[in-house]
């Protein structure tokens, strides 16, 4: 995150509120500030707001090229629509379910299912590395302990609804349950349980491994 | 998605103490941060998606996805090379597009002569012409973020963006 393009940047360092006025008013002011065409509202909303984007997107499991395409196709439209949405302050929201609903076209679409059959074997093999990548790579090797890795391995194998969710409770700063809500099409009420159930499990198998 | 109920049944199972909780928050913590590190937004999307502001754009119509045929047709088992088929509407005019792996061809009605460009991004698309009768063909495939761009006798108009 760059810190200090424009005062409101400092949204990355408001408290969590799960979806509170807080940050929703913020987000509303920023969307308010990028209508009138100032691009560092914009640009802040880019920087605030691309993890929940791409949790959204890795959640869905797509192949690296599609989670990719998606996320741009998520951005452009939000660009493009941007002095049309009728509630500023639920943006967040608004990305979130665009990029669910992204995700479960490209999903459906017979020539991707074909392509994406085995999402997880192609990401490892179909990666194109930037520079930048290449850099975050290196650093994350020194990064990467043991626990980290057990952690992730666990993680990602849990049963598909817990990776889903947990996927995007990651997102950071850590999505609301109204964004949890649309990027998963479930009920916010449902969500908290299903995370409590989801953290024991990665709990129980944490133990399982002795690494707790 | 159809199995995101199931495994509600037992979801009303005895709230997490006090202590418990604060051990899966910091669970939940410790995972945010191994994302951080093993799953980040790669900095060049970010910076197609800071670039995008170039997008916002109210003097534009938005000619909204009516119909796609991945979600509104019925899925033909095997046709894995049959035309993905859009349309669009703005107001009175209807853009209908057919999307094939040899490139896209479509339709501009009421017809009438437009500039197309094919987008797939931020920065100007390829040019295309329709001829009198709003019809026009693209020989490239698009692949990834897709929208057209119309130049009409009544001014721009943007398709919803969508991938392909």
Known sequence: ?212 | MSDMNDDLDDVFEEEALPDEEFALELLEEELRRATAILDPVPPALRQIAVEAFALHDLDSRIAELAFDSVVDALPVRGATGAPRMLTFHAGEVTIDVELTPQGLMGQVLPPQSARIEVLSGPQAGSPLATDDMGRFTYEASPAGPFALRLRTGEGVIVTDWLTV
Not at chain 1, 62 to 71: C, I, M, P, Q, R
Not at chain 1, 185 to 200: D, N
């Open chain 1, 1 to 212: 995150m760059t810190a200090g393009v424009v005062p409101s940047t400092a949204y990355d360092d408001l408290p969590y509120t799960r979806g509170g006025a807080v940050d929703r008013a913020d987000v509303g002011a920023l969307v308010q500030s990028a209508v009138d065409g100032d691009a560092a509202a914009w640009k802040a909303l880019v920087e605030g707001l691309s993890p929940l984007v791409w949790s959204v997107v890795r959640a869905h499991r797509l192949s690296d090229a599609d989670a990719h395409e998606v996320y741009q196709t998520v951005w452009f439209r939000f660009a493009q629509h941007l002095g049309r949405i009728r509630e500023p302050d639920k943006a967040k929201s608004w990305l979130a379910s665009t990029a669910r609903h992204e995700c479960l076209k490209v999903l459906k679409s017979l020539r991707r299912l074909t392509v994406t059959d085995d999402p997880q074997l192609l990401d490892r093999i179909s990666e194109d590395r930037t520079p930048e990548q290449s850099f975050i790579d290196s650093e994350e090797a020194a990064a990467q302990s043991e626990r980290v890795r057990h952690l992730w391995q666990e993680f990602e194998e849990l049963g598909e609804r817990c990776r889903q969710l947990l996927r995007i409770l990651m997102a950071s700063p850590k999505p609301g349950y109204q964004e949890v809500s649309a990027a998963l099409g479930i009920a916010v009420g449902s969500i908290g349980p299903l995370r409590q159930r989801c953290l024991r499990r990665l709990r129980a198998r944490l133990e399982a491994r002795g690494a707790v």
